[in-house]
């Protein structure tokens, strides 16, 4: 199995902050990584695919980088919406895998 | 826009089997991959397995065993078994589309179902 590692496994940062999370494969995925956010209570929601496409409707503020081994999420203004759970996830391989989540919370 | 329900008992007993099923409305369910993936409280996605409308399926090597998928494609559902449970199968299962994109027909899940807690309990 690919596993997939987050760092920070949460943070907390004031409105209007850039936040920024990184995910990394234990082998080389190419670009074949994904992006979900999870509030309390919900299912995921697909933010960012093939490692930097934005999914339609997802605001501009949310980003993504990286090819390879390692990548990075980024939310370059930090709103009281975001607040939630953010996961990577790979499919360059069977299983699917994702990442442990990074739990981001307002200062 | 396509939407998945989950459903099935909310309680199963150790060493008995979990079974639920996903409704799938406002599209058709042929021609996709479609995927459970679990969440214990306050854990992380594990990704179960998935099956095709041909029904071939695909599972997690960590569940394997223990998992067994269907698909009926005249009532737009799937199914999920899940054999032996004990407590650490105790979370929330959600169902899921994989989106096609290139040469990969489910590279990412889109859309979930709202997903349902399972809890294994005597």
């Known amino acids: 199995d690919i596993q997939m590692t987050q760092s920070p496994s949460s943070l907390s940062a004031s409105v209007g902050d850039r936040v920024t999370i990184t995910c990394q494969a234990s082998?080389?995925?190419?670009?074949?990584l994904n992006w979900y956010q999870q509030k309390p209570g919900k299912a995921p929601k697909l933010l960012i695919y093939?490692?930097?496409n934005l999914e339609t409707g997802v605001p501009s503020r949310f980003s993504g980088s990286g090819s390879g081994t390692d990548f990075t999420f980024t939310i370059s203004s930090l709103q009281p919406e975001d607040i939630a759970t953010y996961y990577c996830q790979q499919y360059d391989n069977l299983p699917r895998t994702f990442g442990q989540g990074t739990k981001v919370e307002i200062k | 826009q396509v939407q998945l329900q989950e459903s099935g008992p909310g309680l199963v007993k150790p060493s008995e089997t979990l079974s639920l099923t996903c409704t799938v409305s406002g599209g058709s369910i042929s021609s996709y991959y479609w995927s459970w993936i679990r969440q214990p409280a306050g854990k992380g996605l594990e990704w179960i397995g998935r099956?095709?409308?041909?029904?071939?399926?695909n599972y997690n090597p960590s569940l394997k065993s223990r998992v067994t998928m269907s698909v009926d494609t005249s009532k737009n559902q799937f199914s999920l078994k899940l054999s032996s449970v004990t407590a650490a199968d105790t979370a929330v299962y959600y169902c899921?589309?994989?989106?096609?994109?290139?040469?990969?027909?489910?590279?990412?899940?889109?859309?979930w179902g709202q997903g349902t807690l399972v809890t294994v309990s005597s």
């Open positions: 082998q080389d995925i190419s670009n074949y």
């Open positions: 899921a589309r994989g989106r096609p994109y290139g040469d990969y027909l489910d590279p990412w899940f889109d859309p």
């Open positions: 093939d490692a930097s």
């Open positions: 099956i095709y409308t041909s029904g071939s399926t």
